[in-house]
T-cell receptor
Framework: DGGITQSPKYLFRKEGQNVTLSCEQN?????MYWYRQDPGQGLRLIYY???????QKGDIAEGYSVSREKKESFPLTVTSAQKNPTAFYLC?????????????FGPGTRLTVT | AQSVSQHNHHVILSEAASLELGCNYS??????LFWYVQYPGQHLQLLLK??????LVKGIKGFEAEFIKSKFSFNLRKPSVQWSDTAEYFC???????????FGAGTRLTVKP
């Protein structure tokens, strides 16, 4: 089955710890994205990557970091500098960068930091 | 600031009722417009999109949306909803063909059988 996998589905961390969220796709897509979803705020773009070894900041990149060493993988690290990390995180990919291409979404990871 | 507004947070309808969900945006220039849907327990998926041409676009499952440039709107419609349409609906806008997609806050639709 082709698609996007995110693991784990639920993640719990103590304040002050960095945590890395996994996103893997087997769709052979060039572009990948990370969004954060909060109640009543829709999805907000954290980072996106147009191609391997390239990534750009979105609207709310502060306190987050990413890497894109392989085409199929785009992990997101939530650092201790992120002031309000508890949220639902969605990863997406598209065949190429640009709005003309549909974004395909993963199932999401719900992160709770206490 | 550039934004996407969905004014209806939660809509409750009975089966067979007509649906219209509002979406307004504040971007100038060229826009690409999308509606995504998230059914309970499922991934977010594309419902329909508008890039150019006929401002009335048809999507999956009988949904359609109309782009009205003068009103900066892209409202989603369905003439007769079904219980299976219960989901959360997100409007999204991409301006000037960049890589940045802006989403609205979402509208939760509940259809009573």
């Amino acid at each position: 089955d082709g698609g996007i996998t995110q693991s784990p589905k639920y993640l719990f961390r103590k304040e002050g710890q960095n945590v890395t969220l996994s996103c893997e796709q087997n769709l052979n897509h060039d572009a990948m994205y990370w969004y954060r979803q909060d109640p009543g705020q829709g999805l907000r773009l954290i980072y996106y990557s147009q191609i391997v070894n390239d990534f750009q900041k979105g609207d709310i990149a502060e306190g987050y970091s990413v890497s894109r060493e392989k085409k199929e993988s785009f992990p997101l690290t939530v650092t201790s500098a992120q002031k309000n990390p508890t949220a639902f995180y969605l990863c997406a990919s598209s065949i190429a960068p640009g709005a003309v291409y549909e974004q395909y979404f993963g199932p999401g990871t719900r992160l709770t930091v206490t | 600031a550039q934004s996407v507004s969905q004014h209806n947070h939660h809509v409750i309808l009975s089966e067979a009722a007509s649906l219209e969900l509002g979406c307004n945006y504040s971007y100038g220039g060229t826009v690409n417009l999308f509606w995504y849907v998230q059914y309970p327990g499922q991934h977010l998926q594309l419902l329909l999109k508008y890039f150019s041409g006929d401002p009335l676009v048809k999507g999956i499952k009988g949904f359609e949306a109309e782009f009205i440039k003068s009103k900066f709107s892209f409202n989603l419609r369905k003439p007769s909803v079904q219980w299976s349409d219960t989901a959360e609906y997100f409007c999204a806008v991409n301006a000037n063909n960049n890589n940045d997609m802006r989403f609205g806050a979402g509208t939760r639709l509940t259809v009573k059988p």
